[in-house]
């Protein structure tokens, strides 16, 4: 039986009935590894030794009728963006290339109180600074739909994990829609929870307005399990939500009849790609007979969101990095004369082009005499974006569009072009400014066979609703069953 391919919530079943020891399902879960990740690449570090170490612990309490955690024996891969004790956290950088961290981030600590098991730390755009995973210091993920495209970003590792069945679930990143977007285009289940809902504690600063740990999964049942132990309130992090956390997957399955779905057509316009738009239609008519009433909407002040994204991101980025001199951990310049040439030496050395080209263009934004003109006027715009959203969430419950302008991409095809790279979040950007939650769901393929992504937007903290909404449409469909042909030896 390959133990790699159900969901965890099926694997979770299987472990606590005794059907399933958690260490056999950990062993094939490498062989799986061994075989397929060199044609995917989609980690940085592979946790082998301490995994098998906790699923023969996991066994022995399962023996022994001891309490289990609610993630017992499901492996877990980890975004190299989040810091994790005595495990390399890289965030895919030259400049912290040999960095332990000394302590787990909140939502890594939640997973092993879970009994978790961290299986490695997954590949990403340096800093997740990117939407194509192309731009991390150690590999180029591949998209296991096609070998030849991208999986998308940041958290392109994650989801390519997730979908070559190298992991059942993984965590990212989001900032302007890093785990929403390569869900998409790897055909799985992309969770970015509202602002606060999920704390930061842990998380290597980007853009701290902006930043969320996210969650990449099978299918929608496994998001509302993952989400259950990483949600909730941290006194670590100052703008995590004191808000109760609902049982997730009580009542997923209450249906969605009487629902009202928001279209908003700037979402909708020219520049589309004809097989995303013929899915989306095709999912709006599923949802219709399930009951829900569609209603065209408006959200007037999107075609700033990518233009505001890149100013408040890369402010807060040139920010945020700036604590990366070579002073006090990290790569530092082995010559250097003097120690303002060091910290030159060392940046320069330490960090890729993107990463660099956002730091000048975040200092700019925020240098004097532009600070105004730039980044007050993003700001004043951004709270226009998330009045849009309030707004329309008075007449509907949620909203639904395309998660993604286009399906993945060749690898190279946009390396030398920044701005139409940027475009990839086009769709995604809006939420994280406005701070609500999201979830990208398969819907359709394209012609090439490509993976598309719906993606599903509701009120802030309403994630329970958003988990019903993408349920439903989960059960009457079978995007989420299909799975990639890789053409690689398997086991």
């Known amino acids: 039986m390959r133990l790699f391919e159900p969901t ?34 989609a980690y940085i570090t592979i946790n082998e030794e301490e995994a098998f170490k906790k699923a023969i612990e996991i066994d022995k309490k399962i023996e022994n009728a001891e309490k289990v955690g609610l993630l017992a024996g499901i492996p877990v891969a980890v975004k190299d963006n989040i810091c994790t004790r005595n495990l390399y956290t890289t965030c895919a950088s030259e400049i912290l290339k040999k960095f332990i961290p000394p302590y787990d981030a909140f939502v890594v600590n939640r997973l092993k109180k879970e009994d978790a098991i961290i299986i490695g730390k997954t ?68 969770v970015k929870p509202t602002y606060g809902r999920v704390s930061r504690y842990g998380l290597v600063a980007f853009g701290s307005s902006l930043d969320q740990v996210g969650t990449v999964t099978k299918d929608v049942g496994d998001a509302a399990l993952i989400l259950q132990v990483i949600a909730g309130y941290d006194l670590h992090d100052s703008t995590s939500a004191n808000v109760p956390v609902p049982d997730y997957l009580n009542g997923i399955d209450s249906g969605i009849n009487g629902l009202r779905i928001g279209i908003p057509k700037e979402y909708f316009a020219a520049g589309l790609n004809a097989d995303v738009l013929k899915a989306l239609k095709d999912a709006l008519k599923v949802y219709e007979h399930l009951g829900a009433k569609i209603i065209d909407i408006s959200l007037p002040h999107t075609e700033y ?14 920010s945020n990095l700036a604590r990366y001199d070579g002073v006090r951990y990290g790569y530092r310049a082995s010559r250097s ?13 330490g960090f890729g082009n993107e990463v660099k080209r956002r730091i000048m263009l975040g200092n700019y934004a925020l240098s004097s005499g532009y600070y105004d003109a730039y980044y007050l ?13 309030d ?23 946009r390396a030398n072009n920044p701005l139409e790279m940027y475009l990839s979040d086009i769709y995604t950007i809006p939420a994280n400014l406005a701070g609500i939650p999201g979830i990208s769901i398969p819907c359709g393929f394209s012609k090439e066979v490509l993976p598309i992504g719906m993606q599903i937007l509701a009120k802030h903290f309403e994630e329970k609703k958003l988990l019903q909404i993408a349920y439903a449409f989960e059960q009457e469909t079978d995007f989420h069953l299909k799975k990639p042909v890789l053409k690689v030896s398997s086991v």
């Open 391 to 413: 707004v329309a969430f008075e007449k509907v419950d949620c909203i639904i569009c395309p998660t993604s302008p286009a399906p993945a991409f060749k690898i190279g095809e």
């Open 377 to 389: 006027k993003a700001s004043k715009v951004r709270n226009l974006i998330k009045q849009d959203f």
């Open 337 to 349: 004369n003097g120690i303002i040439d060091m910290y030159c030496r060392t940046r320069s050395e």
């Open 8 to 41: 965890a919530l099926q694997i979770k079943t299987k472990i606590l009935s005794k059907e399933v020891r958690a260490s056999e399902f950990i062993d094939q879960l490498f062989g799986r590894i061994k075989n397929v990740e060199p044609s995917i690449q």
């Open 305 to 318: 969101a990518v233009a505001v994204y890149y100013i408040v991101a890369n402010a807060e980025a040139s």
């Open 123 to 190: 590949n990403l755009d340096e800093f997740a600074m990117g939407s194509s995973t192309e731009n991390s210091r150690y590999k180029v993920t591949r998209n296991p739909w096609n070998l030849e495209y991208v999986p998308g970003g940041s958290s392109g590792g994650s989801a390519a994990a997730v979908a070559a069945d190298l992991s059942l679930i993984a965590l990212g990143s989001e900032t302007g829609g890093s785990v929403r977007q390569p869900a998409a285009l790897c055909g799985v289940v992309g």
